[in-house]
C-alpha cells in the first residue's frame, strides 16, 4: 500500500500563492492516478485536481488557470501550484491515489491533509 504525507499548507491574503507537496512511499509500482482534494468546514469533499498516468492532469473548473499540478515520479512527490488564491479555497487540502484497474473515481489510499486559509 502507498503511503502520503503532504506538506506546504498556511495562511496568505487573498491574490498569494502557496506550493502543496505530496511525497509518496510504499508501493508506488500500482499507482494509475493521483489527486487533490479539499474539504471546507460543513462542506463535502471536492475534487481539486488529478493527474493520471496515461491522460495527464485534469482541472475542476474552479480552479482552471489558477492552479496547477504535477507528478515528479524520480522524485515520488505530487504537487499543486496555487495562484490567485481566494478565501473560497480555505479547506483541508488531503492527497490521494488510485490504484490501477479501480474505477476513475475511486481513489483509495489518502493523506492526513494540510491546511490552507486564504484571508481577504
Known amino acids: 500500500q502507498v503511503q502520503l504525507v503532504e506538506s506546504g499548507g498556511g495562511s496568505v491574503q487573498a491574490g498569494g500563492s502557496l506550493r502543496l507537496s505530496c511525497a509518496r512511499s510504499?508501493?508506488?509500482?500500482?499507482?494509475?492516478?493521483m489527486g487533490w482534494f479539499r474539504q471546507a468546514p460543513g462542506r463535502e469533499r471536492e475534487r481539486v485536481a488529478t493527474?493520471?498516468?496515461?491522460?495527464?492532469?485534469t482541472y475542476a473548473d474552479f480552479v482552471k488557470g489558477r492552479f496547477a499540478i504535477s507528478l515528479d515520479n524520480a522524485k515520488n512527490t505530487l504537487s499543486l501550484q496555487m495562484n490567485d488564491l481566494k478565501p473560497e479555497d480555505t479547506a483541508m487540502y488531503y492527497c490521494?491515489?488510485?490504484?490501477?484497474?479501480?474505477?476513475?473515481?475511486?481513489?483509495?489510499?489518502w493523506g492526513q491533509g494540510t491546511q490552507v486559509s486564504v484571508s481577504s
Open positions: 510504499g508501493v508506488t509500482y500500482n499507482i494509475c492516478s
Open positions: 490521494a491515489a488510485r490504484t490501477c484497474g479501480r474505477p476513475e473515481r475511486n481513489f483509495d489510499s
Open positions: 493527474f493520471t498516468i496515461d491522460a495527464g492532469p
